[in-house]
């Protein structure tokens, strides 16, 4: 079974994250399915069914991704008549921008677009080929292309833009509180998260932000430099990934101070300080921290949390690399330099270990493979209600990380600390 979304999910997710446009699918019913139920489960707040899109068919009684529903017919003698008639009654529902997502079905269709840049009903359209795209491309692409239609405020340069995080990321809406939590005591303020449906006023106010930060740059490297040369905002690629695990949480502290000229010790000093009420509580049942030691782990996903996560688990439990799949290659030379001196665990396949993948697949090993712990690390998700704040970024996301490597196995464990002393004749006293 292949789990993995495409260029084309990508783009819708990109589109819906950034909360500007209505995404019209242009396509066959099951195509918009399943992508309507994955940003269900991504965006995690309830939206009641507007009364306004039930004046259009093409919603289908949704209040989200609008579809033309191809069918035999369109694909015979083209698809312009109904894409016409989608665009014009999508548009009178909610009056925004109307972002033309093509499916692989509808981008074989030999049919004549040039009417779409008639004035006032052109839509906002990717390059290319979607299907043919990964899911970080379709996201970075949809996202440029969105934002570059837009005509940010001009004003005084302050606070920062969080790039690339969106509502693909496990949690995160409670991840964009971590962001903060490891920013705002330096000093700095974020003023936009893009692709976490933010405000629409922070986002006309995307170009007044001194510096650009991406947290995954995989999914957004073009709209980093397209804001550059239309705001002149510069943008930061983190060295060390996303900000998952503590290594790399101060990493991305101290990169972000120096590129703003700020002092990092007052968020470093928080970060320190839960690091150490972790380590304590992890100390009192040492025996599973030490069961880790030597073991391997698989991982599956983007290189900008794998290469993080593996520098931590590796550092702090001495963990094996086996499996390593990467879903792009933005981090793949630090990667391949950080595991170079690491002896390799193999596969994985067999025995204990901790398998770092997607919602489904982590769901689907749980049931089928005792032996191993899974961490959902990436979309899809397994889990449909989040109310713990599991998230991978910042310190909450090392407590997820952690409480999901130690309880992940069921197995008999000796709960007694090593400490203790068993010496043959010892006998208590008082």
């Given at each position: 079974m292949n789990t993995e979304p495409d260029g084309m999910v990508g783009a819708a997710v990109a589109s819906e994250s950034?909360?500007?446009?209505?995404?019209?699918?242009?396509?066959?019913?099951?195509?918009?399915?399943r992508t309507q139920i994955m940003i269900h489960d991504l965006i995690p707040f309830y939206k009641p069914e507007n009364g306004s899109c039930c004046k259009s068919k093409f919603f289908s009684r949704q209040?989200?991704?609008?579809?033309?529903?191809?069918?035999?017919?369109?694909?015979?003698?083209?698809?312009?008549?109904?894409l016409?008639?989608?665009?014009?009654?999508v548009r009178s529902v909610n009056g925004r921008k109307t972002m033309l997502i093509d499916t692989l079905g509808a981008s074989l269709v030999c049919t004549d677009y040039t009417w779409l840049t008639e004035k006032n009903r052109e839509p906002v359209r990717v390059n290319g080929d979607l299907s043919a795209m990964s899911f970080c491309e379709g996201f970075d692409a949809a996202a440029e292309a969105i934002l570059s239609s837009m005509e940010p405020e001009r004003g005084e340069k302050t606070g920062v833009n969080i790039l690339g995080y969106g509502i693909?990321?496990?949690?995160?809406?409670?991840?964009?509180?971590?962001?903060?939590?490891?920013?705002?005591?330096?000093?700095?303020?974020?003023?936009?998260?893009p692709n976490c449906i933010p405000d629409p006023d922070s986002l006309k106010r995307i170009g007044n932000s001194s510096l650009n930060i991406m947290i995954h740059p995989e999914l957004c490297t073009r709209t980093a430099e397209m804001l550059e040369e239309k705001t002149g905002t510069p943008y930061m690629r983190p060295s060390m990934g996303a900000p998952v695990?503590?290594?790399?949480?101060?990493?991305?502290?101290?990169?972000?101070?120096d590129h703003l000229g700020k002092d990092p010790e007052p968020s470093l000093e928080i970060v320190n300080r839960e690091a150490e009420e972790v380590h304590s509580v992890l100390m009192n049942y040492d025996r599973i921290p030490l069961f880790l030691h030597a073991r391997p782990f698989t991982a599956k996903g983007?290189?900008?949390?794998?290469?993080?996560?593996?520098?931590?688990?590796?550092?702090?439990?001495?963990?094996?690399?086996g499996s390593i799949s990467l879903s792009d290659g933005e981090y793949r030379k630090e990667i391949d330099e950080y595991m170079k001196?690491?002896?390799?665990?193999?596969?994985?396949e067999d025995g204990f270990g901790v398998v770092f993948t997607d919602g489904l697949s982590a769901m689907h090993g749980r049931l089928y493979d005792l032996e191993k712990c899974y961490v959902e690390t990436e979309i899809p998700p397994g889990r449909q209600v989040n109310l713990l704040g599991r998230t991978l970024v910042?310190?909450?996301?090392?407590?997820?990380?952690?409480?999901?490597?130690?309880?992940?196995?069921?197995?008999?464990?000796?709960?007694?600390?090593?400490?203790?002393?068993?010496?043959?004749?010892?006998?208590?006293?008082?």
């Amino acid at each position: 079974m292949n789990t993995e979304p495409d260029g084309m999910v990508g783009a819708a997710v990109a589109s819906e994250s950034l909360g500007m446009t209505d995404t019209l699918i242009n396509g066959a019913g099951g195509c918009r399915s399943r992508t309507q139920i994955m940003i269900h489960d991504l965006i995690p707040f309830y939206k009641p069914e507007n009364g306004s899109c039930c004046k259009s068919k093409f919603f289908s009684r949704q209040s989200r991704l609008p579809c033309t529903y191809l069918n035999g017919n369109d694909l015979i003698f083209g698809t312009a008549q109904k894409l016409s008639e989608g665009l014009k009654s999508v548009r009178s529902v909610n009056g925004r921008k109307t972002m033309l997502i093509d499916t692989l079905g509808a981008s074989l269709v030999c049919t004549d677009y040039t009417w779409l840049t008639e004035k006032n009903r052109e839509p906002v359209r990717v390059n290319g080929d979607l299907s043919a795209m990964s899911f970080c491309e379709g996201f970075d692409a949809a996202a440029e292309a969105i934002l570059s239609s837009m005509e940010p405020e001009r004003g005084e340069k302050t606070g920062v833009n969080i790039l690339g995080y969106g509502i693909s990321d496990l949690g995160w809406n409670y991840g964009c509180n971590e962001i903060r939590r490891l920013l705002e005591p330096m000093g700095v303020r974020i003023g936009c998260f893009p692709n976490c449906i933010p405000d629409p006023d922070s986002l006309k106010r995307i170009g007044n932000s001194s510096l650009n930060i991406m947290i995954h740059p995989e999914l957004c490297t073009r709209t980093a430099e397209m804001l550059e040369e239309k705001t002149g905002t510069p943008y930061m690629r983190p060295s060390m990934g996303a900000p998952v695990g503590y290594p790399s949480i101060r990493k991305f502290i101290e990169e972000t101070a120096d590129h703003l000229g700020k002092d990092p010790e007052p968020s470093l000093e928080i970060v320190n300080r839960e690091a150490e009420e972790v380590h304590s509580v992890l100390m009192n049942y040492d025996r599973i921290p030490l069961f880790l030691h030597a073991r391997p782990f698989t991982a599956k996903g983007s290189s900008s949390v794998i290469y993080p996560l593996s520098r931590w688990i590796t550092g702090a439990f001495g963990m094996l690399p086996g499996s390593i799949s990467l879903s792009d290659g933005e981090y793949r030379k630090e990667i391949d330099e950080y595991m170079k001196p690491l002896k390799s665990a193999g596969t994985g396949e067999d025995g204990f270990g901790v398998v770092f993948t997607d919602g489904l697949s982590a769901m689907h090993g749980r049931l089928y493979d005792l032996e191993k712990c899974y961490v959902e690390t990436e979309i899809p998700p397994g889990r449909q209600v989040n109310l713990l704040g599991r998230t991978l970024v910042g310190t909450a996301g090392c407590r997820y990380i952690l409480d999901e490597m130690m309880n992940g196995t069921i197995r008999f464990r000796c709960g007694q600390p090593t400490e203790i002393d068993l010496r043959p004749g010892y006998e208590e006293t008082g």
